[in-house]
Structures are given as structure tokens and as C-alpha cells.
């Protein structure tokens, strides 16, 4: 079936503008993650959907950063006025099933890589 | 906390020989998983092999193996029957479900196969 997908694949901003970027899941799979990637930080985690329950918000790095999911599938992550150490790949990732055995394997999507000039 | 860490930035293999990749990790907890991924130039990470901490078998996929060490707190990757497009990037990374789930991961390791 369909993997995880992301769009766009790739966004040039200015500084100091808002982006989104979205991410699809695959059918069916209930957990979804964002993570970045950058080259200074390596892979970090920003946040984790499960279901109907309260997000995990840990890891976003500031108030400028939130994501919603609506309808427990599509998710869209937001980045307000957008600074040049936001640059990175933001990577989506879904799992089937957070709490079970091998359906904790997260499958990711190909990515958005965002550049703020 | 959970902590990943690949010691090896870079490393090169000729095409059919073996390669072993490294991580040790650090933590408190009993019940873990533990996974491999792989990052080639397209940027899609692609799952190779995962360990559950409770298995003392080490997991195996095809050319792929893990050796687990639980005591050492070593989870290393062979690749046997090097191939050219094994180059990518290799990523450990570490999951607790008391931790919520989210991966923890190594700083990578850049693997050249070359021919």
C-alpha cells in the first residue's frame, strides 16, 4: 500500500513568514511523529499523535512550533515567523499501533526540506 | 534520558565484503526497542532490522544482522555481501514506550560501498 507522504517536498521562505508543511500517514496507522533533522542537532523529536488522546509536545522547540491532526489522519506542522536556524528536514513518521510489539515500527515519509533565507 | 551513540562518522567497504556499524546506548529501563534504519540520498529513511530488548536472539533480514549485546548496552549491524546500494546513511535508534514511543537516535554513520 501507500507509504507515509509529505509535501512539499521542498520550501524556500523568507525570514520572519509562516509555513506548513503536511504530512499523510499511512491508512490505518493510529501514532504519528514529527522529527528534524538538521545538521547541527542531528535527529530530533518534536512531537506524537496517538489517537484521540493529548499530543506529546516535548520536544517542539518553541512556542513558535504546533501541529494539529485532524480527523486522526492528516497532520500539518506550523512554523510562525520563521527564523534561519529552522532550516532543516522535518521528517513525519506513523506506527499502527503505539504499545504493541512489532507494530511499534515507525514507517517514514521522504520528508520536507525547509530553507529560510 | 535515553542517549544513542555511534562512535564511527564515516566508513568505507569494498562491494561483497562485510561491514560491522556500532552503537551503544545508555539507559535506565528494562524494556526497550532498538532499530537500524538506513538514509540513502532520496532522504527516505528505510527500516533495516529492530531488536526487541526481551529477545536474547540477535535479528537477522537477509544480509542484515544485529549483535545485541543487553549487558554492554551494544547493538551493533553487520552487513554481509556488501552491495553498491547499501550506501547511505545508518541511523541506531532507541524506543521505550514509558518514554512515549518517540525514537531516540544515534549521529548517524556515512557507509561508502565501493566497487
Redo the contacts between chains.
Sequence with gaps: GAGVSQSPSNKVTEKGKDVELRCDPISGHT?L?W?RQSLGQ??E?LI?F?GNSAP?K??LPSDRFSAERTGGSVSTLTIQRTQQEDSA?Y?C?S?LL??T??T????????T?LTVL | AQTVTQSQPEMSVQEAETVTLSCTYDTSESNY?L?W?KQPP??????VI?Q?AYKQQNATENRFSVNFQKAAKSFSLKISDSQLGDTAMY?CAF?T?RA?????????TRLMVKP
Design positions: 501514532a511523529y522529527y542531528g535527529l523529536f506524537y496517538q506529546d516535548s520536544g528536514v521528517l513518521a506506527s503505539a504499545g510489539s512489532s511499534d515500527t515507525q514507517y517514514f515519509g521522504p520528508g526540506r | 526497542y532499530f534504519y532520496s532522504r527516505q529513511m528505510i527500516l529492530r526487541e541511523f524506543m514506550r512515549g514511543n518517540m525514537l531516540t537516535f544515534g549521529g548517524g
